[in-house]
């Protein structure tokens, strides 16, 4: 089951020279004259105009939007003109529009105007002063102008200061009125006043070289020190949703010191350009360990246009032994490997996703025994992976701009196993990882496309599938009763679950199919497992599937239960279900291990018997410390020993034949939550079952879940050593592991357009498990070749022939009368006779 969790990113602050107003702000004669925010409707035409003496080069001004709703500021506009003297007294104004809605209505809502890096003036424009985060004006308190405005503003008024005077003080704030961008609003008067004095550059003063700021460990030497930094904007996220910041880079050759970055991210939300030689002041810090300028008091723009350094050639696996990656943050990096996309989990909810080289990572128990070669395993994996973002804070960002170009939706996903070739961009550290926030478009190469269900082989008379169906839950069966314990929260998302799931069974085309995650709320017309064998029939045909009932309200105590379909043309249950709880064995914890069920049936191709164990054991995601099961360390997670006891107990329970109808051959199938290399698997490995995964496609390729960047299989299907000669095939259909999780059915974390755009019917992320299939048997299959030889035909004559003239051949039961066959035998011999007319009754 997806775990669904909310990240934020840290604020990007940048503290301006002045300290903290309160409500009172110095004189200026350069203010904010009018605000024009708020329609009927769309919010078109709206500006800010600014008030001072005629002459004033607005150059290196700017305005900068807060939300009062957490302080944060969202907008920064670079300011320029020349005020001309409208007003015959040496003062004049000068308008600056906005795109529709482009400044906030909420309450409050505040603008800085702020001269180079000195805030001239904090108001907010909706009742309710607030503090500033981030941005010039961080840690300031507004000064409310004291104008209600309630969405109720006819359109074309807005707020205008009135009064007579030369600086803000002498005015006040007029009632909402008709706009008068451009001219003297009604009822004020201005004085004559000297224009104020363009900020003093400091370019080209004493500056300290970044290298020496990043040091050669992962702490800056400098840090808590205010320091001069002059270098070449490489990198601009700035702006609403960014990253409130930009990086620098010193030029080419400034440093030879190969241990050392030469980049660093600057905190502030004063404009700049890349390209842009700046000279900045502000304050060395370790922000989530990575080294950073902050509280910058001076963004001084020295020269334009200049070239960007150089980036430098970076490839994974990054090199542990003398912390490499540390050495390139801040940095323009180039990757010339072709990299795998290795996980997507966070892409539409973060806009990230994860790049590994030589393919995609795998779970260290995969591939590597529990302890040691299992955490080096994982170590590895450590450094063989680089986080690719959107150089954006914004959670659940629309749109998705990856993959480029379409950007994501349910008919282009950005799929696990795809491919970035020569990703360019700057290197940057948040969240406990290294990150790359790219500077160029990235090219996308579609190396694991979907595909149709995967093609076993064309022999095998029975087709068995193992699909966990990620909490399909209905309700109250009845079209109400959400949300439910698990699964679906309404209706509408639970109808979108049922589009995407009963497609993907019908496509399996299975005719013994075991389920996982289904609501265990018992089997009558209004249950999960009854809705969904309703919804296969109508769409393949009435009849065409039927599930087994145990005859309970409940199977265990968990919200959720395993549970049997099948086809009931191709093959028949014979006898009642089984089911492994603690009853039958105390090491089967059914308050753990969900109960498993066992069901025989009759291959009506083949006539052969094969009893189907459907499980799903305890997950690694909550302990077991109440059992004395932790996590030890060496790869398994938690409750390791409770699944190994468990399927030492399920190896045992059908070794004695729990349905009592004398079948041999026994598949388990299911998620077993352990991978390929883990206890519980060898341990039914060592009670004689086959790993047919393991077998059919290998460790290495085979895999049907994505957790923590890494891939394997958790769904597992295992013969005993009957049956294991008579598996045809197996494999996996990658529906689900391979897809983004925003793919799904859910409707939280999706804006009204992804609500559409991100959705599709049908099985591409019906679950976060994909789906296993195995096929068995063929008629006449004992030299476990596939086909009837003469020497089959001959051995089946002799054995049958023995029995001749005790019985008649049509009469299973007098075979069985005889002793001269079993009944097992009379259904596996007197199949091959019904499909091989060419051999003879005896």
């Known amino acids: 089951m997806i775990a669904k969790h909310i990240r934020s990113y840290p604020l990007l602050a940048a503290v301006s020279a002045l300290s903290c107003f309160g409500n009172a702000q110095a004189a200026t004669p350069v203010f904010i004259n009018e605000i024009h925010y708020d329609n009927v409707g769309t919010d078109s035409g709206e500006a800010i105009e600014i008030a001072g003496p005629a002459g004033t080069n607005l150059s290196g001004w700017s305005l900068v939007l807060y939300n009062g709703n957490g302080g944060a500021s969202y907008n920064s506009k ?87 005077g030369n600086s803000y003080e002498n005015f006040t704030w007029n009632a909402p009125a008709t706009n008068s961008f451009g001219a003297v609003n009604n009822g004020q008067n201005f004085g004559g006043v000297t224009p104020p004095p363009p900020p003093v550059s400091q370019c080209g003063q004493a500056a300290t070289l970044i290298s020496a700021i990043q040091g050669s460990s992962g702490v800056s030497p400098l840090s808590g020190s205010v320091q001069h930094v002059e270098a070449v904007v490489s990198a601009d996220f700035q702006g609403s949703g960014n990253l409130n910041g930009f990086f620098v880079q010193q030029i080419d050759g400034a440093d030879a010191n190969p241990a050392t970055s030469e980049g660093l991210f600057v905190a502030s939300s004063l404009p700049v350009n890349v390209g842009d030689k700046v000279h900045i002041v502000g304050t060395v810090t370790e922000t989530f360990n990575m080294t950073r300028l902050e509280s910058v008091s001076s963004v001084d723009i020295c020269a334009t246009g200049n070239a960007l350094p150089t980036a430098v050639e970076v490839n994974l696996p990054f ?113 406990g990882v290294y990150r790359l926030q790219p500077t160029q478009p990235l090219t996308f190469v579609a190396d694991n496309a979907r595909g149709p269900v995967p093609t076993l082989s064309n022999l095998g008379s029975l087709k068995v599938a193992s699909f966990n169906v990620l909490n399909y839950f209905n309700g109250n069966g009845v079209g109400s009763g959400f949300p439910t314990a698990r699964g679906a929260n309404t209706l509408v998302e639970f109808n979108r679950q049922r589009d995407k799931i009963i497609p993907a069974i019908h496509a399996l085309n ?103 164990a459907v499980n799903h054991l305890k997950s690694k995601g909550s302990a077991c410390d109440d059992v004395n099961d932790p996590d030890t360390g060496d790869g398994q997670g938690n409750c390791n020993q409770t699944r190994t006891n468990a399927a030492q107990a399920l190896a045992t329970w059908l070794a004695g034949d729990p349905t009592h109808n004398g079948a041999n051959n026994a598949l388990i199938i299911g998620d077993l939550n352990s991978y390929a290399q883990e206890d519980p698997i060898s341990a039914l490995k060592n009670a004689g079952y086959q790993n047919l995964l393991e077998t059919f496609v290998g460790n290495q390729a085979a895999y049907s879940y994505v957790f923590d960047g890494a891939a394997g299989y958790l769904d597992h299907g295992l013969a005993n050593a009957a049956l294991a000669p008579q598996v045809k095939s197996a494999g996996e ?110």
């Open 78 to 164: 670079a300011l320029s003109g020349v005020i001309a003297d409208q007003t015959g007294t040496g003062f004049g104004t000068l308008s600056f529009s906005y795109p529709a809605d482009g400044i906030q209505n909420g309450a409050p809502d505040g603008i800085a105007l702020v001269n180079g890096s000195t805030v001239v003036q904090f108001l907010s424009y909706e009742p309710s002063p607030f503090t500033a985060v981030g941005g010039p004006a961080n840690g300031m308190t507004s000064l409310d102008i004291g104008v209600a405005e309630t969405n109720s503003t006819p359109v074309g008024q807005s707020l205008q200061l009135k009064g007579t």
């Open 319 to 431: 090199d542990n032994a003398d912390n490499n990656a540390e050495r390139w943050e801040g940095m323009l990096i180039y990757l010339p490997q072709t990299l795998t996309v290795s996980e997507n989990f966070n892409l539409g909810r973060f806009g990230e996703f994860l790049l590994s080289s030589g393919g995609r990572l795998l779970t260290p128990t995969q591939v590597a025994t529990p302890g040691q070669a299992a955490i080096d395993a994982a170590a590895q994996n450590g450094l063989n992976q680089l986080t690719v973002d959107d150089g954006s804070n914004i959670q659940n960002p629309d749109p998705v701009i990856y993959p480029q170009p379409t950007g994501l939706s349910a008919a282009t996903p950005l799929r696990s196993g795809d491919a970035v070739v020569g990703a360019t961009g700057v290197l940057a550290y948040d969240f």
């Open 510 to 612: 299975a005719d013994v199919v075991g389920l996982m995650e289904i609501e265990n709320d018992g089997y009558g017309s209004s249950s999960a497992i009854a809705d969904l064998v309703n919804g296969l029939n109508q769409l393949a045909g009435a009849g065409t599937y039927a599930y087994i009932n145990p005859g309970l309200s409940k199977v265990g105590t968990d919200e959720i239960a395993v549970g049997i379909i099948y086809k009931p043309a191709k093959t028949t249950p014979v006898g009642a279900v089984a089911i492994l709880d603690s009853s039958v064995n105390p090491l089967f914890i059914d308050t753990k291990n969900r109960p498993a069920l066992a069901q025989t049936f009759l291959d009506k191709a083949s006539n052969k018997l094969l009893t189907v």
């Open 733 to 842: 259909w990658h529906i689900n592991a391979d897809e983004p999780r925003s793919l799904d059915y859910n409707t939280e974390f999706k804006t009204a357009n992804q609500l559409s755009s991100f959705y599709a019917a049908g099985a591409y992320r019906s679950s976060d498990h994909d789906p296993l299939l195995i096929k068995l048997f063929v008629p006449g299959d004992l030299d476990n070749d596939g086909d009837v030889d003469g020497t089959d035909a001959n051995l089946i004559k002799a054995q049958v022939g023995k029995c001749s003239g005790k019985a008649g051949f049509n009469r299973e039961a007098d075979y069985d009368a005889t002793g001269c066959v079993s009944i097992a035998d009379y259904r596996t011999w007197y199949g091959y006779f019904n499909n091989y007319t060419a051999i003879s009754k005896p």
